[in-house]
């Protein structure tokens, strides 16, 4: 997406008060678009911090970054046109802000999306090296691409294509797996009728498709915007307008999605790493029995296929909520009387 100050290099005024008529509108727009991204930047660090409680992640304070470039990528452009239209001075450094801070935002959001497509803090708590380096690459070589182009070096112009057109294909496929493998514990959760996973397995699927709709809805916007960037409007304020608001009408229903918020009961209950190959859930078992029978119960005959640890001093028929991983740990059942 190009800025204003891009735009002004390629368009040509005979007359300078043409010119000021054009772009007299710039510094108003940039101050409201300005405010309003303020406010949602204020709204989404108040909301997650007093949310910290229930926060087990870091994935929300890594998207707070986003909407803070782009309030400072507006707060430097109304600096600049204010500047030129008002004090007569256009200053090349403020410029030059806005030029590096734009990049660094568009870099953002797609390191954002690469995240959330990964299923970063979503379905396993940290990335894989691999992840990591896969990431780190594609965010240097779009940093680079968008210097060249916003540079205007020739040939940029489709490296800029192609590294967007490789991320998104990148992030549609990280997000069709993680669909699929939802969709198989939904599956496998239903079979085994274990009810008390489902809701958060199904939040999850809910978030990815919501996400997998907002990219498809900036792919449409963005290939509109330049198919038809003549035909919007006459005047360039109008185009730039109505491109900002779906810009924070996307981004805006993303941070919703994936804003802090009352976990679901087990939505925490993730892997450490991403590992390849089938995984399969643990079997389930249930016993009930009243308090005579659980008084005179012989645990050792209900320890069937389950390899104890003779050394563990954990007690095999501790029960309760704060032993139980233990007792699991220990190769113990823990058995519950009804």
């Known amino acids: 997406m190009d800025t204003a100050v891009d735009h002004s290099k390629k368009t040509m005024f005979t007359n300078p008060a043409e010119w000021e008529e054009s772009y007299r509108p710039l510094p108003f727009l940039f101050f ?6 303020i406010i949602l930047v204020g709204v989404w660090t108040i909301n997650t911090w007093s949310k910290r409680r229930w926060q087990t992640s870091n994935l929300q304070w890594v998207l707070t ?6 309030a400072l990528v507006l707060g430097l452009s109304f600096v600049f046109w204010y500047s030129c ?15 590096v801070s734009r990049i660094f935002f568009e870099t953002a959001c797609f390191i954002a999306f690469l995240l959330i497509s990964h299923g970063y803090c979503i379905m396993h708590e940290q990335l894989s090296i691999a992840e990591r380096r896969s990431i780190a690459g ?3 070589l779009l940093y680079l691409t968008l210097t060249g182009y916003k540079a ?7 490296l800029v294509v192609l590294i967007y057109l490789v991320m998104l294909y990148v992030i549609f496929l990280h997000v069709s797996r993680n669909l699929t493998v939802l969709r198989e514990q939904l599956q496998h959760i239903q079979d085994e009728g274990v009810h008390m ?6 939040t999850k699927y809910t978030m990815f498709k919501k996400f997998q709709g907002a990219m498809l809805m900036m792919v ?20 730039l307008l109505v491109r900002e608001w779906t810009e924070i009408g996307i981004f805006f ?5 994936f804003r802090s918020r009352e976990l679901t009961p087990f939505f925490t209950v993730i892997p450490t790493l991403h590992v390849s190959g089938q995984r399969m859930l643990p079997p389930i078992y249930s016993v009930e029995m009243n308090e005579k029978q659980f008084n005179s119960l012989d645990f050792k005959e209900w320890h069937i296929g389950v390899v104890r640890r003779p050394s563990s001093p954990v007690d095999p028929l501790c029960c309760g909520p704060i032993c139980a991983s233990s007792a699991v740990d220990a190769g113990a059942i823990c058995i519950y009387s009804g």
């Not at 409201?32 to 991204?37: A, I, Q």
């Open 220 to 239: 449409v916007a963005e290939v509109l915007m330049h198919a038809k960037a003549e035909g919007v409007a006459n005047e360039y304020w109008m185009r």
């Open 197 to 202: 996973m489902h809701t958060a397995i199904s």
């Open 253 to 257: 229903y993303i941070g919703w999605t």
């Open 85 to 99: 239209l008002n004090l007569s001075s256009c200053s090349f450094w403020v410029a030059f802000g806005v030029f």
């Open 138 to 140: 594609l965010a240097s």
């Open 152 to 158: 205007a070096v020739p040939q940029f112009a489709v």
């Open 32 to 37: 409201g678009l300005l405010v309003v991204w």
């Open 65 to 70: 970054a986003v909407p803070v470039l782009k």
